[in-house]
């Protein structure tokens, strides 16, 4: 370019012909260089495209398998679903069924309906059976989802046991209070079973209980009571008669070799039998006694007279008490019917034998 800008300054044409040719335009290579570039382009677009069909196919495969797997296995995974939901349902109830909320709630209406009447049936049980001179109150609480009610001593320093204040005769007369209180709750419709109520009770509470149980049939109650206890068998038979109620009686004894609970009216107590059971029971000993050989000088019939001469003695006193006074005045039973006296056969001459022989 100064070459040519130099001939044309100096004006020498000529000098223009001898220049040298200008290189080739590179507008050519510009344009295959575009071209090139464009194929690769189109080509890099090519596999991006590929690509994407390739993940497509892939992800359409992997969907088809688990399709696959869990129409398979669509037995086992809907016996799992169902657990779960089953386990999510209990999860719920649980909630909604805290033990917390019941046990409150059940304290609550304890509280407000079973525990005023409960104290004051108690109140009156414990007067029947000459306890109020102990201190006591009423204690519940809840535990679990259990409502649970305890008597417990109301003193000054705390006790941890009852039985560490109350005499045993004490703890079964509150114990009996107890469960009479709780029948007011049950109503009248169920029976009572009772074994030896008694046990470890002095006469006066003996005799209350006696009366109680009276009161519980005379109300509509069937009540039924094992005992070995004599004297509160006719206590009950007294309050049965006093209360005008219908008293049924067994007699129940063992016969060894585990057999025991066995219902035999003949194998009664002697000191319960009357005197014709009597008499022919110490008949039927005398016989025994003369069968055997008896020889008064034997050690050997020792045993056996002595007890045949126990029963006459008993008997004879019976006699007085059944026969003499018709029964007016009986050993085991504390009151006098007097009413009994007018069939009562003695007179003077009775008298005077009864005193000869005493």
Not at 107 to 128: G, H, V, W, Y
Request: proline share 2%; charged share 30%; net charge negative.
């Amino acid at each position: 370019m100064r070459v040519v800008k130099a001939t044309l300054t100096a004006q020498e044409y000529d000098n223009l012909d001898h220049l040298e040719a200008l290189p080739d335009s590179p507008a050519q290579l510009i344009d295959d260089e575009i071209a090139a570039l464009n194929t690769e382009a189109d080509n890099l677009n090519n596999a991006k495209r590929d690509d994407a069909a390739a993940q497509q196919r892939a992800a359409r495969l992997a969907d088809l398998t688990d399709k696959k797997k869990l129409g398979e296995e669509i037995a086992v995974i809907v016996e799992r679903r169902n657990r779960l939901e089953e386990r999510h349902k209990v999860a719920a109830c649980r909630r909604d069924c805290r033990i917390t909320a019941i046990t409150q709630q059940i304290t609550r209406r304890r509280r407000e309906i079973l525990t005023p009447t409960l104290k004051q049936a108690l109140e009156c049980e414990l007067s029947a059976l000459h306890l109020t001179h102990i201190p006591l109150r009423l204690a519940n609480r809840g535990d679990l989802g259990s409502s649970l009610i305890e008597i417990a001593l109301s003193t000054q320093q705390r006790i941890a046991n009852n039985s560490d204040v109350l005499s045993e005769g004490e703890q079964r007369g509150l114990a009996l209070a107890c469960f009479l209180a709780e029948l007011n709750e049950v109503g009248r419709d169920l029976g009572i079973i009772m074994d030896d109520p008694v046990s470890s009770l002095d006469y006066s509470r003996m005799e209350s209980v006696a009366g109680r149980l009276a009161q519980e049939v005379a109300s509509g109650r069937q009540v039924i009571a094992f005992t070995h206890s004599i004297l509160f068998h006719d206590m009950l038979s007294s309050a049965a008669r006093r209360a005008g109620v219908a008293c049924h009686e067994e007699w129940m004894t063992s016969l060894g070799d585990d057999r025991f609970g066995i219902i035999d009216n003949a194998r009664k107590p002697w000191h319960v039998k009357p005197v014709t059971e009597r008499l022919t029971e110490i008949d039927q000993a005398a016989r025994a006694l003369k069968d055997a050989g008896y020889d008064r000088s034997d050690e050997k019939f020792r045993g056996d007279v002595t007890t045949l001469c126990t029963q006459m003695r008993t008997t004879w006193e019976r006699i007085v008490e059944e026969i003499l006074f018709n029964k007016t005045i009986q050993r085991f039973r504390p009151e006098i019917m007097t009413q009994r006296l007018k069939a009562a056969c003695f007179d003077t001459k009775t008298i005077i034998l009864l005193s000869s022989r005493a």
